[in-house]
Nanobody, 123 residues
Framework: VQLVESGGASVQAGGSLRLSCAAS???????MAWFRQEPGKEREGVAT????????HYADSVKGRFTISQDSAKNILYLQMNSLKPGDSAMYYC???????????????????WGQGTQVTVS
């Protein structure tokens, strides 16, 4: 599986961005996730989605502001980010793993496939 993110940019606080992650290969019965990482800090899970049934999970810090979704026909994962805050500034990564469990988990060590990242800066 190859993952390629896009959509990162610099925006003002309160603004919105939509990140995309194009996935190659089969994506059925996979956990897809967005992570983010600031310099010098650990990578943290932002949102996950189970491609089998669309079950989603969000970090408390982004609930109500971010939405993870998938376009199964195009094999694209999205992260719609609204009401952005300076604290959301980070490199955002798309990740994937095969799973038969719809409870995906948000620990980076679970995921074997990663994109190169896309930078989001909120000022």
């Amino acid at each position: 599986v190859q993952l390629v993110e896009s959509g990162g940019a610099s925006v003002q606080a309160g603004g919105s961005l939509r990140l995309s992650c194009a996935a190659s290969g089969a994506t059925t019965r996979r956990c897809m996730a967005w992570f983010r990482q600031e310099p010098g800090k650990e990578r943290e899970g932002v949102a996950t989605i189970y491609t089998g049934d669309g079950a989603t999970h969000y970090a408390d810090s982004v609930k109500g502001r971010f939405t993870i979704s998938q376009d199964s026909a195009k094999n694209i994962l999205y992260l719609q980010m609204n009401s952005l805050k300076p604290g959301d500034s980070a490199m955002y990564y798309c990740a994937a793993r095969t799973s038969i469990d719809r409870n995906c988990g948000s620990w980076p060590s679970l995921y074997g496939f990663w994109g190169q990242g896309t930078q989001v800066t909120v000022s």
